[in-house]
């Protein structure tokens, strides 16, 4: 099981460029979300997803979209980047119901 | 929705000593409180939970303790050591299907030697 893994580790983009944070999980979890985290503001919560085609928005989801085709995937989509979107990004995952999570590596995000 | 405060943000003790750290939420509908301990640069991991029913759980150095009718939690952790040096998160949330936790800002807790 390699659990949940995001890709890439590091990004800088400029304001205005778009990109994908992926995310993948193979534990067979119902459950993943996306946080950012900042200095002094802990962990919050973009948007989640409680099964494939189903999501939601959680405490700061403007300026990202989500999608989640497959059981496994849950892409986050960055569609003009901004400098407050400079961040540490965390996707987490968990069996439905049971918010015992499991975070990826993360992916630390400059914008520039 | 949900709001966790928590304190205090920095946390400096001697190896050896207790650390606690303590936090507080709003929903009364909130009912597992997990912890999280975050090394510099890695992921999160949680270290201990609890849920409503229960008002104390240990697990070796580390304790929570819960208090649902003051809404408030907190971390014990004792004979600490150099290895429990990093930035502690608690979190509360209800357990169902769309169950979204709800972190508190950090502690950053220093043993020193």
């Known amino acids: 099981n390699a659990g949940v893994t995001q890709t890439p580790k590091f990004q800088v983009l400029k304001t205005g460029q778009s990109m994908t944070l992926q995310c993948a999980q193979d534990?067979?979890?119902?459950?993943m979300s996306w946080y950012r985290q900042d200095p002094g503001m802990g962990l919050r919560l973009i948007h989640y997803?409680?099964?494939?085609?189903?999501?939601d928005q959680g405490e700061v989801p403007n300026g990202y979209n989500v999608s989640r085709s497959t059981t496994e995937d849950f892409p986050l989509r960055l569609l003009s980047a901004a400098p407050s979107q400079t961040s540490v990004y965390f996707c987490?995952?968990?069996?439905?119901?049971?918010?015992?999570?499991?975070f990826g590596s993360g992916t630390r995000l400059t914008v520039v | 929705g949900e709001n966790v405060e928590q304190h205090p943000s920095t946390l400096s003790v001697q190896e050896g000593d207790s650390a606690v750290i303590k936090c507080t939420y709003s929903?009364?509908?909130?009912?597992?409180f997990p912890w999280y301990k975050q090394e510099l640069g890695k992921r999160p991991q949680l270290i201990i939970d609890?849920?409503?029913?229960?008002g104390e759980k240990k697990d070796q150095r580390i304790a929570v303790t819960l208090n649902k009718t003051a809404k408030h939690f907190s971390l014990h952790i004792t004979e600490t050591q150099p290895e429990d040096s990093a930035v502690y998160f608690c979190?509360?949330?209800?357990?169902?299907?769309?169950?979204?936790?709800?972190f508190g800002t950090g502690t950053r807790l220093q043993v020193t030697l």
């Open positions: 929903d009364s509908a909130s009912n597992y």
């Open positions: 979190a509360a949330s209800t357990t169902g299907t769309a169950s979204k936790l709800t």
């Open positions: 987490a995952s968990s069996y439905s119901g049971v918010p015992g999570y499991t």
């Open positions: 534990m067979n979890h119902e459950y």
């Open positions: 609890i849920r409503s029913n229960v």
């Open positions: 997803s409680v099964g494939a085609g189903i999501t």
